[in-house]
Each structure stands twice: as structure tokens, then as C-alpha cells.
């Protein structure tokens, strides 16, 4: 009795098998429509442009607001925020990170923002690497 069930099992999935297969034929042959739609292929593909985004000095941020804007804002560790805070301070510009459009002028937005709110005239930029 149980060849005879699993007997019946597989000729019920060789049923579904086979069905299948003709549905899969019948689509093959069936005849494609003509369309006025032509397919671009893109083979100028490359990586979107990078900015840099730049602090500049100034006679009126104070040093800890550079480096709280420099942590807060672009993510830098307690050392890398005061290491760019002093190169800005001696150089009057330091490059703070290297980001995409969308991301180098949300971060200038941010950070502007919140040394107006502070009332300080920090200026940063952000421009094409």
C-alpha cells in the first residue's frame, strides 16, 4: 500500500512537472509584441562626483564650538576633531571630509546652522574634489 501512495505522489509532481513545462513552451512560441520603445544601454556608467567640505578660520568661534561642530556634525573622534580644530587654527582652512552632493550640503547646513544658533560666524563650504 504505501509504493502504491508514493507511486501516486510522484506521478501527481511529474503532472505538475510536465504542465509547467507546456506552460513555459506555450510562452516561448507565442508571438512577441512589436513595441516603439527602443532599450538604452548605458555605457557611460561612473561614480558620482565627490566634495570636499572646508572649515575656515575665524577671530570669533571659539576653539571647543569648532570642536563640537566637528564631532557632533562629522562624526570625528575627541582626537581628530581638536587635530583639524588647530590646523584650521594655523592654516585658516582645513578639508574636514570628502562626501557626496547630498551629504557635503546637508552637513554644511547642519553645522551653519548651529553656529548661528550659537552666534558665531563659522563659515564652512563645500566644493567639487
Known sequence: MQSYEKLLKE?????????????????????????????RSRTGIREPRRYKVTIYNDDFTSMEFVVRILMEVFFKSQAEAE????????SDKAVVGIYSYDIAVSKVEKAT??????GFPLRLTYEPE
Do not use: T
Not at 583639524?84 to 594655523?90: E, I, R, S, T, Y
Open 83 to 90: 587635530a583639524l580644530m588647530l590646523k584650521v587654527h594655523h
Open 113 to 118: 546652522r548651529m553656529a548661528r544658533e550659537e
Open 11 to 39: 506521478d501527481e509532481e511529474f503532472e505538475k512537472y510536465a504542465y509547467l513545462c507546456m506552460q513555459i513552451k506555450k510562452y516561448h512560441s507565442m508571438p512577441k509584441e512589436q513595441s516603439s520603445i527602443k532599450e
